[in-house]
């Protein structure tokens, strides 16, 4: 597992395990605004993680201080 701080980018594809957080993935979708993933959602390896909110991510990502 690999914590992904706010504000860095994960660095792979994943999945959300416990919690939520805020994802910007403006550059790989052109969607502008964030988006709010939550527990068994998917995340985009490149995205970035802009809040603390989700704890664990799988594949192999957690999300903490």
Do not use: H
Not at 3 to 9: D, F, K, T
Not at 27 to 42: A, K, T
Request: aromatic share 4%.
């Amino acid at each position: 597992r690999v914590r992904v701080a706010a504000g860095q980018a994960f660095p792979g594809d994943g999945c959300v395990l416990v919690g939520s957080t805020q994802v910007d993935e403006a550059l790989l979708s052109g969607e502008s605004r964030p988006v709010e993933r939550g527990v068994g959602d998917e995340v985009i390896g490149g995205s970035l993680n802009l809040s603390w909110g989700a704890e664990k991510l799988s594949a192999p990502f957690e999300v903490g201080k």
